[in-house]
């Protein structure tokens, strides 16, 4: 496929290539235009008006700029103790949704890889909850773990493991976690799909020589498997952490970012400060922020990653 | 020999069971919302533990979907339906020749242009919401249609643009090339020849951008504040508010619906396209 992208050169190019190929770009900049007109309009003008906000005052009854404040807005934010922490929970919970929807997705995925009675129809199962939006699977949720209805408590006081029906969302780290579980249940068709692609492409010669070798399956596993699924592995899981940052509709639905503000993560901070207390200089400050948390956490992973394969070449 | 067949038997046993459980987890909550959707607030509330429903009931559908109730449904739906007809038809017609043109012809800036689209989607949405906000207040078109339909435009163009363009790159430049000797223009091509053959791309591209401007909660919390404007998603969330849980899963159920019968009856489209752009 991509080789055809190499001999692309235009079939007229050779009549007279100047002006043909002026005319070409002319031409295919028309095209584009309106496109990057209006991403530019809705993303680059507007990402840029929040980075100059994140430095300014808005006035919310005049809807312009009040006055400048330098970085007032960040020393502001990064005094108040509640984004602090919300800055390492955020963290927290998009490595807690990476690594899940990852392990999870592998195993599945390795499983689907297999041959068993009824894996087509397991297949279309998993695939499911792609089609479930956010806002439903944060109800769906939030019933299943509902303290007078929801079948998790049924489900555990039929077995004996609790004594007393539980209120799951009164206590902020496993409210937390039941929001990742709900974006991590959102995750796994993604990442089943892509994963089991990658072991589709690995080639099956690799297992036949290892096989021949006398390698276990789990020694299959371990040093053909796993280190041959890595570069796949690594980005889908950065993917997931970075749409993690962006989780919103389930902490809106489940928690609103409580109890005492223990499960709003920094998206929901900003959203909080833009929309609820209309400041938005502080606000754009704070997203500016959720961006370099993201950024960095993805740049620390791949440093980290190549570090690995460096030390792993040589020996 | 004994012993390697009782370990493949135990290996198909493993693997059953490792199938069975997976089903449980990822289907069983989707059951769970349908099932409640289906009983009454009797039966919801019993503290009994019930899979198999004796008896349907379909009072909470009713309820939900008549006139003047709590939870705007009828309304959200039919503003969903819009809002994500208008998005995605304006994305395909202002991403086809984009996709077209980045795909087959010299672009200037192609390569940077492509990463800036991509880059779209590592950005927190809420840097691109805090101005549009400020600009559509300004402006005095929020709480309307067409402010919906701009900010999804946003997020939907660059996945349209992706999609299209590498299931143009896909296609076999031939029947172009052999188009352009013949003495067509680079616009003929692309509604003669490139726009026929892109036909399942497109119909995938379409599937996509109006099943993420269905599905976007954030958007129209922010933008709309009129109970008539409201859209599907943020109409269910009022559900949330001291309603039948009953009625809370049938407007779950509606909200849901809509987007699981696209992916059903388009999924292994949908794959295809999606699996052919992760190539690269």
């Known amino acids: 496929m991509r080789d055809s992208v190499a001999d692309a050169g235009p079939v007229a190019q050779d009549r007279s290539p100047g002006t043909l190929r002026r005319r070409e770009t002319a031409f295919s900049s028309a095209l584009v235009a309106p496109a990057l007109i209006i991403v530019a309009g809705i993303y680059l003008y507007p990402a840029v008006f929040t980075l100059i906000l994140a430095f300014a005052e808005f006035d919310m009854a005049a809807l312009e700029i009040g006055r400048w404040v330098g970085f007032k807005n960040f020393t502001d934010l990064f005094a108040n103790p509640g984004f602090v922490d919300a800055i390492w929970r955020t963290i927290y919970f998009g490595l807690l949704i990476a690594i899940g929807s990852t392990l999870a997705g592998f195993l599945i995925a390795l499983l689907l890889n297999q041959e068993f009675y009824g894996r087509t129809l397991l297949r279309v199962v998993v695939v499911l909850p792609w089609a479930v939006p956010p806002v439903v699977a944060g109800v769906l949720w939030g019933q299943m773990f509902h303290a007078d209805v929801g079948f998790v408590n049924a489900l555990l006081f039929r077995l004996g493991l609790i004594d007393s029906y539980r209120i799951w969302f009164g206590d902020g780290r496993t409210a937390l976690h039941i929001i990742a579980l709900a974006e991590i249940w959102k995750a796994i068709p993604f990442m089943v799909l892509f994963i089991l692609a990658g072991l589709q492409g690995l080639p099956p010669q690799l297992h036949e020589a290892a096989a021949v ?82 950024l960095a956490v993805v740049l620390v992973v791949t440093v980290l990653r190549r570090l690995a394969t460096r030390r792993r070449v040589p020996a | 020999m004994t012993g390697r067949r009782g370990r493949q038997i135990a290996w198909s046993v493993f693997l059953h069971l490792s199938a069975l459980v997976v089903f449980l987890l990822m289907a069983f909550p989707l059951y769970g919302l349908l099932l409640t959707s289906l009983q009454p607030e009797s039966v919801i509330r019993s503290r009994e533990l019930s899979f198999i429903p004796e008896s349907l009931y379909f009072e909470h559908f009713h309820a939900v979907l008549a006139e003047g109730h709590i939870v705007p449904l009828r309304e959200g739906l039919f503003n969903s339906a ?83 363009k590498t299931f143009i790159d896909r296609l076999p ?73 009953g009625q809370q899963a049938a407007a779950a159920v509606l909200t849901l619906l809509p987007v699981a019968l696209l992916m059903l009856v388009f999924q292994r489209l949908i794959t295809q396209v999606l699996m052919a752009g992760a190539d690269r």
């Not at chain 1, 980005?235 to 993690?244: D, K, N, R």
């Not at chain 2, 497109?202 to 954030?218: C, N, P, Q, T």
């Open chain 1, 213 to 294: 070798d006398g390698a276990t399956p789990l020694q299959r596993f371990r040093y053909i498997v796993f280190p041959l699924m890595l570069p796949v592995l690594i980005p889908l899981m950065l993917i997931q952490f970075v749409w993690a940052m962006k989780a919103f509709d389930t902490i809106f639905v489940l928690t609103r970012g409580g109890p005492a503000g223990q499960t709003t993560t920094l998206n929901y901070f900003v959203y909080l400060e833009a929309f609820q207390n209309f400041d938005l200089g502080r606000a754009s400050a704070a997203a500016y922020s959720l961006l370099v948390v993201t």
């Open chain 2, 82 to 164: 819009l809002v994500s007809t208008l998005t995605a038809v304006l994305c395909l017609v202002v991403a086809l020749p984009a996709a077209y043109a980045l795909s087959r012809l010299r672009v200037p800036g192609a390569k940077g242009i492509l990463a800036a689209l991509v880059s779209v989607y590592f950005l927190p949405t809420t840097i691109f919401l805090i101005p549009m906000f400020v600009v559509l207040v300004r402006w005095g078109i929020d709480d309307t249609v067409f402010s919906l339909v701009i900010a999804y435009s946003g997020f939907v163009l660059p996945f349209v643009i992706w999609i299209l």
């Open chain 2, 173 to 245: 430049r031939e029947v172009e090339e052999a188009a352009r000797i013949d003495g067509c223009s680079h616009w003929q091509v692309l509604i003669r020849i490139v726009l026929p053959m892109a036909r399942p791309g497109v119909l995938a591209a379409f599937i996509f951008a109006f099943i993420l401007s269905w599905v976007e909660f954030l958007t129209p919390l922010i933008f709309t504040s009129n109970l008539k404007m409201t859209t599907v998603a943020l109409g269910m969330f009022r559900s949330t508010i001291d309603i039948q849980v």
